[in-house]
């Protein structure tokens, strides 16, 4: 028979379960971030699909495998919720991993286009993102909320995430790169840049470069702030207000890997 100080001995352990975030490599540590510096208390187990990397050009359904795969490497790890810290696999995943796991808090992420819309009155807003992100109806919806408020610009980003995955951050490339996407649009006109993949913010500066006048959005704050908010509705917020640790898996499985992951969590913006 159960008695009190085993339910909570029990609550307790769950509460002192790890946080899991997956990406599709190491963009969602910039989603990691936010969460170290908002609950700092917490433990973390961030899982990369680097082998799989960029999930933005892959057909819906097999998405929605490899979701349901990282989810499950990150619950065999005691994950005690889940932040997909990816823009396409929220959009194409999340509720069917909330279907299938009713009982785990899973938290998605979506491009912060909403604040980046409501900063200025009829503002030129771009939005900077993967294909399938872009395509999907998600973010069709809500770009449809606010076209009326904003003028609002999809560019897609082939080839991004994969320089990003490969360490270009701050080098002549990927300046190159950016400098090319941006080259066909007035700069001086744009109000706004919503980074819509998680692993843009983490060439954030080298964006505001080329567009110093343009505020940048991202969604990694918000979607800190509604995972602490679930885990307090559940029960499972850690009252530990420093000494959380991180752990890394990353599906290449090599050291590199690791210590990259390691550098980009510490890394300033």
């Known amino acids: 028979m159960n008695t009190m100080e085993d339910t909570l001995s029990f609550n307790k352990q769950q509460i002192e ?5 997956m990406d599709s490599g190491v963009g969602g540590i910039s989603v990691l971030r936010e969460l170290v510096k908002l609950m700092p208390g917490e433990d ?3 899982y990369g699909d680097s082998v799989n990397a960029p999930y933005g050009t892959k057909p819906a359904q097999e998405l929605i495998d490899l979701t349901m795969k990282n989810a499950r490497f990150l619950l065999e790890q005691g994950a005690k919720a889940i932040v997909i810290a990816c823009n396409t696999a929220t959009s194409v995943a999340a509720n069917i991993l909330r279907e299938t796991y009713p009982e785990i808090p899973i938290i998605g992420i979506e491009p912060a286009l909403k604040p980046a819309v409501l900063a200025k009155e009829h503002s030129k807003v771009l939005v900077m993102a993967t294909i399938v992100t872009l395509e999907q109806k998600k973010f069709g919806d809500m770009m449809h909320l606010y076209e009326e408020d904003a003028d609002i610009i999809k560019m897609p980003c082939p ?41 843009y913010p983490l060439i954030k500066n080298m964006v505001q470069s080329i ?17 602490e908010r679930r885990l307090e509705e ?19 499985g090599t050291e590199e890997m690791l210590d990259f992951s390691r550098y980009l969590l510490e890394l300033s913006e």
Do not use: M, W
């Open 211 to 227: 567009v110093p006048n343009a505020t940048i959005y991202d969604g990694g704050y918000g979607t800190a702030r509604q995972t």
């Open 44 to 46: 973390y187990i961030y």
């Open 17 to 21: 379960r790890p946080i899991g975030i």
């Open 234 to 252: 559940c029960g499972l917020l850690s009252q530990r207000e420093t000494g959380g640790q991180v752990v890394f898996y990353n599906s290449l």
């Open 159 to 199: 080839g991004l995430v994969e320089l990003i995955e490969s360490g270009h951050l701050k080098d002549q490339v990927l300046l190159d790169y950016l400098e090319e996407k941006f080259s066909v649009f007035h700069k001086e006109e744009i109000d706004a840049v919503v980074l819509g993949c998680t692993h």
